[in-house]
């Protein structure tokens, strides 16, 4: 492995989970584009990505052991400009605890009965610079409110 990548991409291994997510990341410094989707990792992979440099992009699509729990190690990603947690078990409560200033785009996954409206008012009060794709399609504001 080499320590800096622009984009690293490991959906191909098919047998992604944490201890061979750590050993492939032992070396690596930084990394521009990260994906992940598909893997089955959880927290402990999101907190090893705090030990980088950077990451600018990160795709953990389908990720589905991953929940609220990874939210403070994304959180310490702070040079993140784009995410994509769609088909995770983070929940739109735990996508409101994000802090990430440098963020341009979110996509996420919410569930039909979570008062939409009023959490993505909150959301882009949290994440004032960022767009946001909510259930693969792009999250319009109502302007009058």
């Known amino acids: 492995m080499e320590p800096y990548y622009r984009h690293l991409d490991l959906r191909p291994l098919s047998e992604l989970d944490d201890d ?3 050993f492939i990341m032992a070396k690596v410094k930084g990394v521009n584009m990260l994906d992940l989707s598909e893997a089955s990792i959880t927290s402990k992979s999101i907190q090893l990505l705090t030990q980088l ?8 699509k389908d990720c589905e052991s991953l929940d609220d ?14 995410l994509q947690l769609k088909s995770t078990s983070i929940t739109t409560e735990g996508i409101l605890n994000l ?3 440098q963020l ?15 959490k993505m008012k909150q959301l882009k009060q949290n994440l004032p610079g960022c ?3 909510v259930n693969s ?8 409110n």
């Not at 399609?137 to 009058?144: S, Y």
């Open 137 to 144: 399609k792009p999250w319009i504001f109502d302007e009058i």
């Open 53 to 60: 440099e950077y990451v600018n992009e990160l795709r953990i």
């Open 104 to 118: 341009k785009e979110l996509q996420f996954s919410a569930a039909a009965n979570d008062n939409l409206n009023e």
């Open 99 to 101: 802090r990430l200033t």
């Open 131 to 133: 767009s946001f794709i």
């Open 20 to 22: 061979t997510f750590a």
């Open 69 to 82: 729990s990874c939210i403070e190690f994304l959180n310490q990603l702070t040079a993140l400009t784009f």
